[in-house]
């Protein structure tokens, strides 16, 4: 393991409290009921008003970011999923649902974009972890960007870290290294059963064994993150700090394994196929009020095959597929409802926000028909969902992982907060993105956000508070970009411009219209394309995108007889 260099904070980290805190009283509150009084009794609003502003600001929140691996826009419940996922359905039911927030498309970089409030590419992450040499893509977090525990720590945080890493621990840069206090963590993910071959742990930045005797005996990693969360968390509460626990689950990412009670409970429900449940999960949608029925679905691609074509063993096959899928999501639902339990127990839900969010859209990879080697109930096997499965995650958007498209980069956030937040179920279509997590943060916690370690500069944030959004305030910002492998978009208000692969051509879809992506602009209007492809381009310079390293992996094939998923099967 390569030494890294001491990150100790050395930049103002005063710690503020936040007004947010106060907004169920606040002023815009106080002065709406005031508005409601008669003359009479306006010197009661006023002493009222005087009351509710003076009162002392609560204690800072402690915060929980919980990121799935792989999981689809329509997966959960709570947007339209048939997967019962009541533990998340309760936390957006009890406050806020954003129906428009993105990731990158790919795990790394999203994760260092999570991390940081950067883009991926400024933090050293714009591909995976290999360094390539470049300033964009050194396959691990840089010194020029600090992430989340960095900045909360100064702060007065206690900072706990469980799951996957997957930002650069090849290279030394680890949760131990950045800010974490505490942690168990995989350094690149991917594994649900202690019995996987690959089932590598460290705790506090030691490894061990997956038979550890710190561990439970024959663990699941979905539950294993959460129960090593809880035990840091208390550890926080021990030292009387609030905490900030950063809980990255390896599910539902392949290979898809669950035990087989929890995926025989599945069976049988995706014997009504890929077509039927996604016309049954665009309707939901339509009624929760996520998708704007003017949209048309994305039609099934060509590669995959109407489920009616199918033949009954096919059916089967496919059937078990999408049930170890919906097991591992079920499992990560339950396991978010342990947390709850745990926090409620421990008498600090109230004044937690958790932030659920995914790392990118459902995974075509592997093609339509997905890979079934071995038995999914054990950890030698390795299932892939594939493309056909992957078109119904994604519900109604159009492409997956990898790629710009809105099945690639939209995925669910959940936010929920009793003592700062009223909402209860309210839908938030404020665009947003990863790189907004972290200045969130900070303002919640009354952090600072460094201008630098040391000597060593930090760039400044690229994101923007959601705090305003959480209030259904409009969020002032230009535009957000996206690069990964070539695949690129700028979205600027209701435009965006959107490719597939470098030598792609430059799509133009109205999302206010048509977030489906069914009608390219581009040619219709191409002064406004041009334009955004100015913008996309002096942000790709400035932003270390370019200059970018030369495609290692194959190119997409378009329409080569059946469409395949463009990247060969890669972790992330
Ligand atoms: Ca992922």
């Not at 997957?166 to 840069?173: D, E, F, K, L, T």
């Amino acid at each position: 393991m390569l030494a890294h260099r001491d990150r100790r904070l050395t930049a103002d980290a005063t710690i503020l409290f936040s007004p947010l805190r106060c907004w169920k009283c606040s002023l815009g509150g106080a002065l709406a009921i005031g508005n409601l009084l008669s003359a009479g009794v306006a010197l009661l609003a006023v002493l009222l008003l005087s009351a509710l502003t003076t009162a002392s600001p609560p204690a800072q929140p402690n915060i929980v970011v919980i990121l799935a691996d792989d999981l689809g826009f329509s997966d959960l419940g709570c947007y339209g999923s048939e997967i019962p996922t009541p533990h998340l359905g309760a936390l957006a039911h009890n406050c806020l649902r954003f129906t428009s927030f993105y990731n990158t498309a790919r795990c790394c970089p999203t994760r260092a974009a999570l991390l940081t409030g950067l883009y991926s590419h400024q933090a050293g992450v714009g591909h995976m972890n290999q360094d390539q040499r470049l300033p964009g893509y050194r396959g691990r977090l840089n010194d020029q960007c600090v992430t989340i525990a960095e900045v909360l720590r100064p702060a007065g945080y206690f900072t706990a870290m469980t799951g996957k890493w997957h930002v650069g621990q090849n290279h030394g840069v680890a949760p131990w290294t950045r800010g974490f206090d505490r942690s168990l963590n995989a350094a690149a993910g991917g594994f649900y059963f202690a019995s996987h071959p690959k089932a590598a742990l460290f705790l506090n930045g030691t490894a061990i064994t997956s038979d550890d005797p710190r561990l439970p005996k024959d663990w699941y990693s979905t539950d294993l993150w959460t129960t090593f969360g809880l035990k840091f968390i208390d550890e926080a509460l021990a030292e009387k700090k609030p905490f900030y626990l950063h809980l990255c689950h390896n599910a539902p990412h392949f290979s898809l394994q669950a035990p087989a009670a929890a995926i025989e409970a599945r069976r049988g429900t995706y014997q009504a196929g890929w077509d039927a449940l996604r016309t049954l999960r665009h309707q939901r949608q339509v009624e929760m009020g996520i998708i704007d029925p003017a949209w048309t679905p994305a039609p099934r691609p060509e590669a995959i095959q109407a489920w009616s074509d199918l033949s009954a063993t096919e059916q089967d096959r496919f059937d078990h597929i999408m049930a170890a899928y919906a097991a591992c999501v079920q499992r990560l639902d339950q396991a978010v409802g342990d947390l709850v339990a745990g926090l409620k127990a421990r008498g600090v839900f109230d004044n937690t926000l958790i932030l659920f969010m995914s790392d990118n859209g459902g995974n075509a990879e592997q093609g339509p028909n997905g890979r079934t080697v071995g038995d999914p109930t054990q950890g030698d096997s390795d299932w892939f969902c594939g493309e056909s499965w992957a078109y119904l995650q994604n519900t109604p958007f159009r492409s997956y992982k990898h790629f710009n498209h809105e099945g690639g980069i939209a995925t669910p956030l959940v936010v929920h907060w009793p003592a700062g937040l009223a909402a209860q179920g309210e839908l938030r279509s404020q665009p947003a993105h990863l790189i907004d997590i972290l200045p969130t943060l900070v303002e919640v916690s009354g952090a600072s956000y460094p201008q630098a370690f040391g000597d060593t500069p930090i760039l400044p944030l690229e994101g923007l508070s959601l705090v305003p959004a959480f209030r259904n305030e409009p969020l002032k910002r230009e535009a957000i970009y996206w690069e990964h492998e070539g695949n690129a978009a700028v979205r600027v208000g209701s435009l965006k411009l959107v490719r597939t692969g470098r030598a792609g051509k430059w799509e133009l879809y109205d999302l206010a219209a048509d977030r489906t992506e069914q009608h390219d602009l581009a040619a219709a209007q191409p002064k406004l394309a041009t334009d955004l492809a100015a913008r996309w381009q002096a942000w790709a310079q400035r932003a270390h995108v370019e200059p970018a390293p030369e495609p290692t992996e194959k190119p997409a094939k378009k329409n080569k007889k059946k469409q395949q998923p463009a990247e060969p099967a890669a972790a992330g």
